[in-house]
């Protein structure tokens, strides 16, 4: 039965489709409004307007709900391992056997980036925040693979450069670590899996030498499940947009590391961390800081709490808080920050300024801990990030570019200056 909301503007009544999403989500098609009223809506932030239609994730952020594909987050994160979460995001089903090996070893194949890389991470200065070189590492791999700059690819050479793409990032993150350390670049292995490849270029000196910890390895495949896709968040909203233009996928995937990069997204890690040994130097004292964050004269914020969507609790946050538990009792590490955490969590849970405003930790409260745990340095956290948000990236932009979506082109309402006329700069 089609439904209908009226809109009444000016001395006439108006019909707006209202549309059921496959969760009985509810949206008023707005996408005649213009033609027919003249007018545009304005949502600064976009905080009620859905800019596609996706079949990728599923969120409901009052009842703290994640689902990638239909299948609850908990359940992936539980019984899945990053690369086949992977390919549930990118081709819509869980593979079965034979397709999962094709899809890995297509990737592990790929996993080598041109020597000429090491010699753009070689230019870098020693300090450089890895995010800046991984944005401009990934874009500039369709300088190598200029057959990428072509929208009218047949399928089979998109899904090479996807491949390609998951590949490399995780050797160029990768490098980008061992360029802030100075140590030489690590190589591929491919004999290992996705994740302890990526742990043995990060930490491995030697390969023959180099074990990864099971553990460590379960740990990171839960975050990188755990961050692999969240809707039309910030990044991916850029990605979806920027391909959009028919530009090259990884100008569109740079573009959402660029975004991904605001402490306000997937900054945030970084800022916990940040944020904890600032109050651990400051004595400890996490009253005056939740203090300081519920004062509105101070720019104090607790980093890791609240969420645009999640408006009750992070599922993500729940899953990840048990991991960072047992990574930390395996690995035996007693970190004081973590103390801290565990206190601002307990006092700002209680504290009704965050209660009223429904702020909950969010996954990034603990990822960082984790990541800490195991030896990954705080500016790397972003990229870590960067790497679990890689296969939804991705999955946006194919549906995007399957869908036929038209170039994202939002209007606005202008409030600057009527028509003057120029002043010569001598009567101004
Ligand atoms: N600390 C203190 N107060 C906060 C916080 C916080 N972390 N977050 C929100 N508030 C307050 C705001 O001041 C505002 O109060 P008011 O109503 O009295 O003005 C109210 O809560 C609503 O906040 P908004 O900023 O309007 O909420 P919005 O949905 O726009 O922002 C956001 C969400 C950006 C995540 C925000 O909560 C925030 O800045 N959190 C800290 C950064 C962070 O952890 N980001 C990671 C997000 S998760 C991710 O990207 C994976």
Same mark, same amino acid.
């Given at each position: 039965?089609?439904?209908?909301?009226?809109?009444?503007?000016?001395?006439?009544?108006?019909?707006?489709?209202?549309?059921?999403?496959?969760?009985?989500?509810?949206?008023?098609?707005?996408?005649?409004?213009?033609?027919?009223?003249?007018?545009?809506?304005?949502?600064?932030?976009?905080?009620?307007?859905?800019?596609?239609?996706?079949?990728?994730?599923?969120?409901?952020?009052?009842?703290?709900?994640?689902?990638?594909?239909?299948?609850?987050?908990?359940?992936?994160?539980?019984?899945?391992?990053? /690369?086949?979460?992977?390919?549930?995001?990118?081709?819509?089903?869980?593979?079965?056997?034979?397709?999962?090996?094709?899809?890995?070893?297509?990737?592990?194949?790929?996993?080598?980036?041109?020597?000429?890389?090491?010699?753009?991470?070689?230019?870098?200065?020693?300090?450089?925040?890895?995010?800046?070189?991984?944005?401009?590492?990934?874009?500039?791999?369709?300088?190598?693979?200029?057959?990428?700059?072509?929208?009218?690819?047949?399928?089979?050479?998109?899904?090479?450069?996807?491949?390609?793409?998951?590949?490399?990032?995780?050797?160029?993150?990768?490098?980008?670590?061992?360029?802030?350390?100075?140590?030489?670049?690590?190589?591929?292995?491919?004999?290992?899996?996705?994740?302890?490849?990526?742990?043995? /270029?990060?930490?491995?000196?030697?390969?023959?030498?180099?074990?990864?910890?099971?553990?460590?390895?379960?740990?990171?495949?839960?975050?990188?499940?755990?961050?692999?896709?969240?809707?039309?968040?910030?990044?991916?909203?850029?990605?979806?947009?920027?391909?959009?233009?028919?530009?090259?996928?990884?100008?569109?995937?740079?573009?959402?590391?660029?975004?991904?990069?605001?402490?306000?997204?997937?900054?945030?890690?970084?800022?916990?961390?940040?944020?904890?040994?600032?109050?651990?130097?400051?004595?400890?004292?996490?009253?005056?800081?939740?203090?300081?964050?519920?004062?509105?004269?101070?720019?104090?914020?607790? /980093?890791?709490?609240?969420?645009?969507?999640?408006?009750?609790?992070?599922?993500?946050?729940?899953?990840?808080?048990?991991?960072?538990?047992?990574?930390?009792?395996?690995?035996?590490?007693?970190?004081?920050?973590?103390?801290?955490?565990?206190?601002?969590?307990?006092?700002?849970?209680?504290?009704?300024?965050?209660?009223?405003?429904?702020?909950?930790?969010?996954?990034?409260?603990?990822?960082?801990?984790?990541?800490?745990?195991?030896?990954?340095?705080?500016?790397?956290?972003?990229?870590?990030?960067?790497?679990?948000?890689?296969?939804?990236?991705?999955?946006?932009?194919?549906?995007?570019?399957?869908?036929?979506?038209?170039?994202?082109?939002?209007?606005?309402?202008?409030?600057?200056?009527?028509?003057?006329?120029?002043?010569?700069?001598?009567?101004?």
């Amino acid at each position: 039965m089609s439904q209908f909301a009226e809109l009444k503007y000016g001395d006439k009544i108006y019909q707006l489709p209202v549309l059921v999403g496959s969760e009985n989500e509810v949206a008023l098609d707005i996408s005649k409004l213009r033609d027919d009223t003249g007018l545009i809506t304005l949502d600064i932030g976009y905080k009620n307007t859905g800019a596609t239609k996706s079949a990728i994730t599923f969120i409901d952020g009052e009842t703290g709900i994640l689902r990638y594909r239909g299948y609850p987050i908990e359940q992936l994160a539980e019984h899945s391992n990053f /690369m086949e979460v992977s390919y549930l995001l990118i081709y819509g089903e869980l593979p079965t056997e034979s397709q999962l090996e094709a899809f890995t070893n297509s990737i592990t194949r790929r996993t080598l980036v041109h020597e000429n890389i090491k010699k753009f991470l070689d230019a870098y200065p020693s300090d450089v925040h890895p995010m800046g070189v991984l944005l401009a590492v990934v874009s500039s791999l369709s300088s190598f693979y200029p057959n990428s700059l072509n929208p009218n690819r047949k399928p089979e050479e998109v899904d090479r450069t996807i491949h390609r793409l998951i590949a490399k990032t995780a050797t160029i993150a990768a490098w980008t670590y061992k360029k802030s350390m100075g140590h030489p670049y690590m190589y591929p292995n491919n004999k290992l899996d996705y994740v302890s490849n990526f742990l043995n /270029m990060m930490f491995g000196m030697r390969t023959e030498d180099y074990q990864t910890d099971p553990v460590v390895v379960d740990a990171l495949n839960k975050l990188l499940i755990l961050h692999a896709d969240h809707e039309q968040n910030c990044s991916a909203s850029t990605v979806r947009i920027v391909g959009s233009s028919k530009a090259n996928i990884y100008s569109a995937v740079a573009s959402g590391i660029a975004a991904l990069w605001g402490p306000l997204h997937g900054g945030a890690n970084q800022e916990v961390i940040e944020m904890l040994e600032l109050i651990k130097a400051d004595g400890g004292n996490t009253k005056k800081y939740i203090e300081k964050a519920k004062d509105k004269n101070d720019n104090f914020r607790l /980093m890791g709490f609240g969420h645009r969507v999640y408006k009750n609790f992070d599922p993500r946050a729940k899953i990840i808080k048990t991991a960072c538990d047992s990574v930390l009792n395996k690995l035996g590490i007693h970190d004081e920050v973590l103390d801290i955490a565990k206190e601002l969590e307990e006092a700002a849970l209680n504290d009704p300024y965050f209660i009223e405003r429904k702020l909950y930790p969010n996954v990034d409260f603990y990822s960082g801990i984790i990541y800490r745990a195991i030896g990954i340095p705080t500016n790397m956290f972003t990229v870590m990030f960067a790497l679990g948000r890689l296969p939804g990236w991705i999955a946006q932009w194919k549906e995007m570019r399957e869908s036929n979506e038209p170039i994202g082109r939002p209007r606005q309402l202008y409030v600057g200056e009527p028509l003057r006329d120029y002043v010569s700069i001598a009567k101004r």
